[in-house]
Structure formats: C-alpha cells, structure tokens
C-alpha cells in the first residue's frame, strides 16, 4: 500500500514548495514528493484535494500493483474515469482508497500547451496560437517531470538550458511561460516514455484552477493507437486524455491527425521554428548526430529547408555525412520500416521529392553487404 499525505507548501525567497509526504509500505520507504514553482502561482495550487498527484503517480503504481491510500479527496468525476475505464483497459486490479467531492471549481482563465521547443510543441503553437478564443493559446508551461534522462546533475544542468529556450519563445510570442520542476522521476522508477501524459497531466491538475483548456502535444498519430501499460503512453492518449478531464478542465490531444513528416511541413516556414527548434536528445543545442537530429535534418533535406535552420542545427556538418545519413533511412525504410521510428515515412519523403543521391544509395548496398541494420 502506498500512502500520501497532505502538501506541505513552503516559500524561499520567490519560489514556492509543495511536499507530499509518499509512504511504501511495501518497501518500507519514505520519500518527499516535490513540486517547485514561482510564488506568484501559489494561489492557483490545489491544496484541497488529490487528482494532480494521483494522476502523476497513477501508470506506476499500476504497473507496480500498488493500492494507494489518499488524505485528500479526489474528484468525483476522475475518480470515475479512473476506475471504471482507465485501470479496466489497463487491466489493472489495484484499489483507490479515498474520498471523493463533487465540488469543482471554476474553469481557469488559460488554455495553455507544454513548450520544450520540439516539433511537437511547436506545431501546437502553430495550430493554436490563433484559434477562436475558446481554444487560443494564452500561456505556455514547461514541466520538470522526468523527459530528462541521465544523472541528476545532467538533468538539471539541461534543465535550465531548455528551460531558456522556452523563454526566449515565450517572450517572443508574447505570453507567459509558468514553470514547475519535480524530483518525481527519482521516485517513480520507470521510463518516462510509458508515463509522460499522466506525468505532464497531474502537473497540470494540480494547478487546475489556473487553466480551462490545455493542449497535450501528440507524438504518435492516431493510426498507430494501441493500449499497453507497458508502451508509449503517446500512442493510446486519444483515450486517457478525456478520462483525466474534469467539468472545469479540458485536455485535447493536439497534432494527432498529422504524421512526423507533416507536421514539420507545417512549421517549416515558421520563423520561430526556424530560431528556437530544439530536438536533440543529448544537448539543449542540436548535437547534429542522435537520432531525433538525424531524423529531422533528413526532413528539412527533404523539403528544401537545410539552410533557413541554420541558426539551430549545424547544416555544414550534416552535408558532409549526408550521403550515409540518408542510405541509412533508405536501408530502415525499406528493409526494416518498424526498426526506427519515421524512418519509412521519411524515407518515402526523401524519394518522392527526388532527395536521395546516388552515392546514398551507393552506401546502402555497401551496408547492406555489410551489416544493413546497424544504426548510425
């Protein structure tokens, strides 16, 4: 059984602390559950009840077995959803012991998305910036919840360096950026790509007296949906997304109806993509060699935009490997379309605009000789 109590909120200076005592009694451990956030936000928390923690730690305490006791009162309406259709399609056995209020407050003023400056989160931007009122973006968040791999100290150092990129975005479209940082990846042992919405969500909920509509920037298309606790959390989100909405919250996946290759097509053109885009899974500046740059300079290759992206990736570089970076998606997209994701999409880009040279695939069936399924 895993027990938690009631926030602890303390202030230093202009940042605010919340604390929730997390008890395993399984393991026999105590840890504190911390969310931090500037002060001025304080009065949007929701100390009165448990939906934004609950959500937070809900995939992992499924997929551990864990029964959970909560303090505070969970909504009605999520409480609902979570036991009568969530925990079902997960096929999940664990029990939620809380009370529950039918008491909601008022929708919040903001409709608001996550901003790490990828293109997911950019195409957000794009659709949304100029929408109707209803659903017209009015803030921006960035949430410390564990995208970050590696040591603490790597991910704190990125931290603040993709935290400033997002606030140079945010100050060059004019809204505010609203930040919170949480130590709930050293807490909740498990990949951040099965867990990411109810991660970013429960952030979300436990300021949702701040936001009446927030955007989820959707990786995965909705053709590729699938439930599986054990897989990308991004692929069954069409699902949970309305099941963690309240009465006085909506979220929507967004960008869900476009594939990798179209959405970028989308922001191509787009100044601040153009100056802010940041993809790279190593470095808050595009290293030019993981395969999230990889993958998205073969892209803009295709479309003819290499050099309007100057400004965030190293174009030279690129051009001197480009002969086996695409030989590479010619080998995944035609041989092993499932190996590595986007490829065979990109790969069919990159022929039908007549990009691939003859020395790609030259060095195609050089690799294929060789060892054609090898990653660069």
């Keep these: 059984m895993i027990s938690v109590g009631k926030p602890v909120m303390t202030n230093s200076g202009e940042i605010t602390k919340a604390v929730f005592s997390i008890k395993n009694g399984v393991t026999n451990e105590t840890h504190d559950l911390i969310y931090e956030f500037e002060r001025e936000y304080e009065e949007h928390f929701t100390e009165d ?108 150092e990125l931290f603040k360096e993709e935290l400033a990129n997002s606030k140079r975005f945010a100050e060059a479209v004019g809204v505010p950026l609203f930040v919170v940082n949480s130590n709930m990846d050293a807490i909740f042992d498990e990949k951040h790509l099965v867990s990411h919405t109810f991660r970013n969500c429960g952030v979300v909920l436990l300021f949702q007296k701040m936001f009446h509509v927030y955007f989820y920037s959707s990786t995965v298309p909705f053709e590729l949906f699938s439930v599986d606790i054990n897989g990308d959390a991004g692929h069954y989100e069409l699902f949970t997304l309305p099941l963690l909405s309240l009465p006085n919250i909506k979220f929507f996946s967004s960008g869900a109806s476009l594939s990798r290759i179209e959405k970028t097509r989308r922001i191509k053109d787009s100044e601040l993509a153009q100056k802010f885009l940041n993809v790279c899974v190593y470095s808050s500046h595009n290293c030019g060699d993981c395969f999230k740059c990889i993958r ?81």
């Design 49 to 156: 009840r448990a939906d934004g923690v609950l959500v937070s730690m809900l995939h992992w305490l499924a997929v551990n077995h864990y029964d959970v006791r909560l303090e505070q009162p969970v909504s009605e309406h999520l409480y609902y959803q979570i036991i009568e259709h969530l925990l079902p399609a997960w096929d999940s056995k664990i029990k939620i012991h809380c009370k529950t209020t039918n008491v909601y407050y008022p929708p919040g003023k903001h409709v608001a998305t996550g901003m790490s400056c990828g293109v997911d989160s950019i195409t957000t931007h794009h659709l949304h910036h100029a929408s109707p009122p209803p659903y017209r973006l009015s803030m921006l968040t960035f949430f410390g919840a564990g995208a970050i791999w590696g040591s603490w100290s790597r991910q704190t």
């Design 296 to 376: 998205t300079l073969a892209t803009l290759d295709s479309m003819d935009r290499l050099d309007e992206f100057s400004e965030v990736f190293d174009i030279e570089k690129y051009r001197k490997k480009r002969a086996k970076v695409i030989g590479t998606h010619i080998l995944l997209g035609k041989f092993r379309p499932d190996f590595a994701d986007f490829a065979h999409e990109i790969y069919i880009d990159l022929k039908s605009n007549k990009k691939i040279p003859a020395s790609s695939y030259m060095w195609a069936f050089l690799r294929l000789v060789v060892s054609p399924f090898r990653w660069w």
